[in-house]
């Protein structure tokens, strides 16, 4: 089984709207933590948010917001208010504690914010 | 403070070439990862280390690929002998352990810029 899934392979957005990114994950680790990074076409991964697995509340960075649904085991990333800049692709990721600290990334989803 | 550092960003081979990526993580990081990214395969792991020893050596490819971890400072990606199938972006990713009951997150992996290799 995958361990992260995201089922959007290319997305658009207005600019100015709100967008958001899904993303599933199956682990049975109880101790794991989840991030979203931002791939743009230069090529960088630059690190957007993380979430913990005992955190209670969604985590959130500027226009960044996880939505952390933990029954449902989803992580979806919501971007308020794009921005021509956020064109990029988005990676989610999975790190678990307990078996190894391995890091799983998902696919991706390209982005691309329309004027 | 200098991030994880990748030499040489670029390289350009011919086939049957030994090619040799290097990396330097961040000081104090105890976790160094190599990706391979490519349009069709996406974002791989080939191997990690922690404490300079290899972990998961699973994703990587054949014995072409050889990773070495000789001290906590340098980690080398080795390619021998190459083949244009070979050509992708290389990433070194460093890290701390996750603690994720702690408030302050400590898992994130911090990416190099990437050395694009072209095997022709």
């Known amino acids: 089984a995958q361990k992260i899934t995201q089922t959007q392979p290319g997305m658009f957005v207005q600019e100015k709207e709100a967008v958001t990114l899904d993303c599933t994950y199956d682990?049975?680790?109880?101790?794991?933590?989840l991030f979203w990074y931002k791939q743009p076409s230069s090529g960088e991964m630059i690190f957007l948010i993380y979430?913990?697995?005992?955190?209670?509340q969604n985590a959130t960075e500027g226009r960044y917001s996880l939505n952390f649904q933990k029954a449902r085991k989803s992580a979806n990333l919501v971007i308020s208010a794009s921005q021509l800049g956020d064109s990029a692709m988005y990676f989610c990721?999975?790190?678990?504690?307990?078996?190894?600290?391995?890091?799983?990334f998902g696919t991706g989803t390209s982005l691309t914010v329309i004027p | 403070d200098a991030g994880v550092i990748q030499s040489p960003r670029h390289e350009v081979t011919e086939m049957g070439q030994e090619v040799t990526l290097r990396c330097k993580p961040i000081?104090?990081?105890?976790?160094l990862f190599w990706y391979r990214q490519t349009m069709m395969r996406g974002l791989e792991l080939l191997i990690y280390?922690?404490?300079?020893?290899?972990?998961?050596d699973s994703g990587m490819p054949e014995d072409r690929f050889s990773a070495k971890m000789p001290n906590a400072s340098f980690s080398t990606l080795k390619i021998q002998p190459s083949e244009p199938r070979d050509s992708a972006v290389y990433f070194c990713?460093?890290?701390?352990?996750?603690?994720?009951?702690?408030?302050?997150?400590?898992?994130?992996?911090?990416f190099g810029e990437g050395s694009r290799l072209t095997v022709l």
């Open positions: 990713a460093s890290s701390l352990a996750l603690f994720p009951w702690r408030e302050t997150n400590t898992g994130e992996l911090f």
């Open positions: 682990t049975s680790d109880p101790s794991y933590g």
């Open positions: 979430q913990g697995s005992y955190d209670q």
């Open positions: 990721a999975m790190r678990e504690r307990v078996f190894g600290n391995q890091f799983y």
């Open positions: 000081s104090g990081h105890d976790y």
């Open positions: 280390f922690n404490n300079n020893v290899p972990i998961d």
